[in-house]
């Protein structure tokens, strides 16, 4: 099935396409969701939620900014991080500390949160697809050092190594050093 | 933010910071490259391509299986966690490394010929035959395993038409079939099959996403590192230690015999030269005993790659390439009573061989020439070799010496049966007048036949040839493509015997 054909079915509000997409894509929300809740009920619960929000801001959907399943991906991530929001809970990703952010950020904090997106994009943009791939699954997919060993084909000695290595670059991107 | 905060976080505060700043919508290359599936899917299904076909020609017969299985080996190690259908194909892959990666050192032995014309070689060519079927039905059962456990409907019909392709391809090598049409077919049919388990891969993206790769304690770079170390050790062992036959050298006794003596004497009499004298076993010298004549042809012969040197001719600076003549061969005849001669052919080289490997001896004999009308053979071909180290003469058998039946594809008449005496030797590294010779014995039927008798030697200039191929080998195949690793060396000992004005050629 071509996803033009699922979005078709979704913007012109046919359920087929609410089951077609649950059958086609439920196991890359489900990947998506399970780094982020351990509970397997709330991994469900989120899996429906991803759905429901798909099926609501489909219109939102714009193919010149990304991929289907960018799309899908971002909006499967935040649905899995509000639930945590929503049940207090913490995220259990290793090395990452476990502050859930505000969901009210005032003016100046969406400011320099916007600074820092761009000085991140920038500097990820200088790395490698390998390296950038590596950084997005810690920090965006908050994949364990386990799973993105296994998946690597690398020991999870290896993995810490190489994301030491890799935050140690973005610090000196990020600090300026490269830009002297 | 300034750039002096980001300095200054600690390594908790950067995380979170990292997290926290990351772009809402990821990149489409990083959600297409974070999946637990499509790497594994490729290398394997890109190693079953490549292990399935092969190419002879640039050694791709040897490198692409090799790749082929690693890239399998990586693809199900890490899908073996998945369901038994996949730790099926990872066992299988793994067996199948051992294989080929045995079948890449054995190849730089010089007994890879022997072990592949051998019984087991076609035991383990059937048992690779049903590997690949066994992993090939546990691949498509593994794929619709997964399909199944996302909820899809399940069909492979890529990986079940690759069954049926590779037993039809089974069925032509076993009918030995050699036409264009069905194989140009079968070509087009193979690359239709991996089209469509491509596609199929990309199809099951989206179940791949349920899959979970199994943890490695090693990981893959090591792996293949490993491997690919493994296998080089393996090659240069082969050549360091089974590139030469294992030969007997041991110290020439001393003869005594008072009878040789004399022999030799008479021998050196007629005209025998005494430095090849001095290298006949005394079984040899006396089975010379009564000669009546003695005929001897010499002959010199360069057999390295010559050198550079510069020349000045009118004027005007030239290279030219000098061939130096480094290998002496002497062929003699001696005459006995009841018109028996007893043949000679003796090879001495006059500075270091530069031993590579192997050495071949190829006889043609009087009476191998002359179809059995001229002459007729008594008794066998026998020889030895000679060699100086260390101010000891030492002396072996030849590693192998006799008659050899043989396929020989001869470039003007085609594929022949033949039979050929050979003597296959191996010369000692830094040995000094490195010699030997062979010799047999002939009676003559009819009056008015020439002696012409043949030895063609085939001397290793090369030290890595991969395949190994032994000098023997190479002058069975009449091979002309090993780019100047072997060189053959023809000499001949022709003479009328019957002419009573018969001078011995200088």
């Given at each position: 099935m071509h996803e033009s054909e699922l979005i078709g079915l979704i913007k012109r509000r046919d359920e087929k396409g609410a089951a077609l997409l649950l059958r086609h894509y439920a196991p890359l929300m489900r990947y998506i969701i399970a780094p982020i809740l351990q509970n397997e009920q709330d991994r469900e619960e989120c899996v429906s939620e991803a759905a429901m929000r798909v099926w609501d801001k489909i219109e939102q959907f714009d193919p010149?900014?990304?991929?289907?399943?960018?799309?899908?991906?971002?909006?499967?991530?935040?649905a899995a991080l509000d639930k945590v929001r929503k049940n207090k809970?913490?995220?259990p990703s290793e090395d990452v500390p476990n502050e859930a952010p505000s969901s009210e950020p005032t003016p100046e904090e969406l400011i320099v949160k916007k600074e820092r997106e761009d000085a991140v994009r920038e500097a990820l943009g200088r790395l490698p697809v390998q390296d950038r791939a590596l950084f997005y699954r810690k920090y965006y997919y908050l994949q364990s050092t386990a799973q993105i060993a296994s998946e690597l084909g690398m020991t999870e000695r290896a993995v810490e190594g190489r994301l030491y290595r890799l935050k140690k670059r973005l610090r000196k991107t990020l600090g300026g050093e490269e830009h002297e | 933010m300034s750039e002096r905060d980001w300095e200054l976080m600690k390594d908790a505060e950067l995380d979170l910071a990292l997290k926290n700043s990351i772009p809402e919508l990821p990149p489409d290359d990083i959600v297409m490259e974070v999946t637990p599936w499509r790497k594994a899917m490729n290398r394997s299904l890109a190693g079953l391509a490549l292990t399935t076909i092969t190419l002879n020609f640039l050694g791709l017969n040897y490198i692409l299986p090799a790749v082929g299985v690693i890239m399998m080996l990586l693809g199900f190690r890490a899908l073996r966690g998945e369901n038994g259908w996949f730790k099926g194909c990872w066992i299988i892959t793994s067996v199948r490394t051992v294989c080929i990666f045995a079948?890449?050192?054995?190849?730089a032995t010089i007994y890879q010929e022997t072990v592949y014309a051998s019984r087991l070689s076609d035991v383990f060519i059937a048992l690779n035959v049903a590997m690949v079927f066994l992993m090939l039905f546990l691949l498509w059962k593994g794929f619709r395993a997964v399909q199944i456990k996302a909820g899809l409907p399940a069909h492979a019909?890529?990986?079940?038409?690759?069954?049926?392709?590779y037993a039809l391809v089974c069925l032509l090598a076993a009918a030995q079939y050699t036409g264009w049409i069905i194989l140009i077919a079968l070509i087009f049919a193979y690359v239709l099959i991996i089209r469509s388990l491509l596609k199929l891969s990309r199809e099951l993206d989206e179940a791949g996403y349920a899959i979970c790769p199994a943890a490695v304690r090693v990981s893959d770079r090591t792996l293949v590192i490993a491997l690919l170390a493994a296998v080089a050790a393996g090659i240069v062992c082969g050549r360091l230690f089974f590139n030469s036959y294992p030969m007997q050298w041991q110290p020439v006794e001393i003869s005594g015999d008072?009878?040789?003596?004399?022999?030799?004497a008479e021998l050196s009499g007629l005209g025998f030269p005494g430095d090849i004298l001095n290298d006949l076993t005394d079984e040899d010298i006396k089975a010379c005993e009564g000669a009546s004549r003695v005929f001897v042809e010499t002959n010199f012969y360069s057999a390295d790659e010559g050198r550079v040197v510069e020349r000045v001719k009118d004027g005007v600076i030239y290279n030219e390439t000098v061939y130096d003549d480094n290998?002496?061969?002497?062929?003699?005849?001696?005459?006995l009573d009841g018109g028996r001669w007893k043949i000679f052919h003796h090879f001495r080289w006059l500075n270091d061989p530069g031993a590579c490997g192997t050495e071949s001896l190829q006889l043609w004999p009087a009476y191998h020439l002359q179809r059995q009308e001229g002459w007729s053979a008594v008794g066998d071909v026998s020889g030895r070799l000679l060699c100086e180290t260390d101010g000891r003469t030492l002396t072996a058998p030849y590693y192998s010496l006799g008659s050899e039946t043989y396929d020989y594809d001869s470039v003007f008449w085609g594929t022949e049966t033949v039979t050929d005496v050979f003597a296959a030797f191996s010369l000692p590294r830094g040995g000094e007048s490195c010699r030997g010779y062979v010799t047999y014995d002939m009676v003559k039927l009819q009056d008015g036949w020439m002696i012409n008798s043949w030895i063609n030697y085939t001397h290793q200039r090369s030290w890595f040839l991969y395949p190994a191929v032994t000098a023997d080998e190479?002058?069975?195949?009449?091979?002309?493509?090993?780019d100047g690793s072997f060189i053959l060396i023809q000499d001949a000992l022709q003479f009328f015997p019957d002419d009573e004005d018969a001078e011995m050629p200088e």
């Amino acid at each position: 099935m071509h996803e033009s054909e699922l979005i078709g079915l979704i913007k012109r509000r046919d359920e087929k396409g609410a089951a077609l997409l649950l059958r086609h894509y439920a196991p890359l929300m489900r990947y998506i969701i399970a780094p982020i809740l351990q509970n397997e009920q709330d991994r469900e619960e989120c899996v429906s939620e991803a759905a429901m929000r798909v099926w609501d801001k489909i219109e939102q959907f714009d193919p010149s900014r990304g991929s289907w399943n960018a799309w899908l991906t971002a909006l499967t991530r935040n649905a899995a991080l509000d639930k945590v929001r929503k049940n207090k809970c913490v995220v259990p990703s290793e090395d990452v500390p476990n502050e859930a952010p505000s969901s009210e950020p005032t003016p100046e904090e969406l400011i320099v949160k916007k600074e820092r997106e761009d000085a991140v994009r920038e500097a990820l943009g200088r790395l490698p697809v390998q390296d950038r791939a590596l950084f997005y699954r810690k920090y965006y997919y908050l994949q364990s050092t386990a799973q993105i060993a296994s998946e690597l084909g690398m020991t999870e000695r290896a993995v810490e190594g190489r994301l030491y290595r890799l935050k140690k670059r973005l610090r000196k991107t990020l600090g300026g050093e490269e830009h002297e | 933010m300034s750039e002096r905060d980001w300095e200054l976080m600690k390594d908790a505060e950067l995380d979170l910071a990292l997290k926290n700043s990351i772009p809402e919508l990821p990149p489409d290359d990083i959600v297409m490259e974070v999946t637990p599936w499509r790497k594994a899917m490729n290398r394997s299904l890109a190693g079953l391509a490549l292990t399935t076909i092969t190419l002879n020609f640039l050694g791709l017969n040897y490198i692409l299986p090799a790749v082929g299985v690693i890239m399998m080996l990586l693809g199900f190690r890490a899908l073996r966690g998945e369901n038994g259908w996949f730790k099926g194909c990872w066992i299988i892959t793994s067996v199948r490394t051992v294989c080929i990666f045995a079948s890449l050192i054995l190849n730089a032995t010089i007994y890879q010929e022997t072990v592949y014309a051998s019984r087991l070689s076609d035991v383990f060519i059937a048992l690779n035959v049903a590997m690949v079927f066994l992993m090939l039905f546990l691949l498509w059962k593994g794929f619709r395993a997964v399909q199944i456990k996302a909820g899809l409907p399940a069909h492979a019909g890529g990986a079940a038409a690759m069954i049926v392709w590779y037993a039809l391809v089974c069925l032509l090598a076993a009918a030995q079939y050699t036409g264009w049409i069905i194989l140009i077919a079968l070509i087009f049919a193979y690359v239709l099959i991996i089209r469509s388990l491509l596609k199929l891969s990309r199809e099951l993206d989206e179940a791949g996403y349920a899959i979970c790769p199994a943890a490695v304690r090693v990981s893959d770079r090591t792996l293949v590192i490993a491997l690919l170390a493994a296998v080089a050790a393996g090659i240069v062992c082969g050549r360091l230690f089974f590139n030469s036959y294992p030969m007997q050298w041991q110290p020439v006794e001393i003869s005594g015999d008072a009878g040789t003596a004399e022999i030799k004497a008479e021998l050196s009499g007629l005209g025998f030269p005494g430095d090849i004298l001095n290298d006949l076993t005394d079984e040899d010298i006396k089975a010379c005993e009564g000669a009546s004549r003695v005929f001897v042809e010499t002959n010199f012969y360069s057999a390295d790659e010559g050198r550079v040197v510069e020349r000045v001719k009118d004027g005007v600076i030239y290279n030219e390439t000098v061939y130096d003549d480094n290998l002496r061969i002497t062929g003699v005849a001696v005459e006995l009573d009841g018109g028996r001669w007893k043949i000679f052919h003796h090879f001495r080289w006059l500075n270091d061989p530069g031993a590579c490997g192997t050495e071949s001896l190829q006889l043609w004999p009087a009476y191998h020439l002359q179809r059995q009308e001229g002459w007729s053979a008594v008794g066998d071909v026998s020889g030895r070799l000679l060699c100086e180290t260390d101010g000891r003469t030492l002396t072996a058998p030849y590693y192998s010496l006799g008659s050899e039946t043989y396929d020989y594809d001869s470039v003007f008449w085609g594929t022949e049966t033949v039979t050929d005496v050979f003597a296959a030797f191996s010369l000692p590294r830094g040995g000094e007048s490195c010699r030997g010779y062979v010799t047999y014995d002939m009676v003559k039927l009819q009056d008015g036949w020439m002696i012409n008798s043949w030895i063609n030697y085939t001397h290793q200039r090369s030290w890595f040839l991969y395949p190994a191929v032994t000098a023997d080998e190479y002058r069975k195949s009449g091979s002309w493509d090993l780019d100047g690793s072997f060189i053959l060396i023809q000499d001949a000992l022709q003479f009328f015997p019957d002419d009573e004005d018969a001078e011995m050629p200088e």
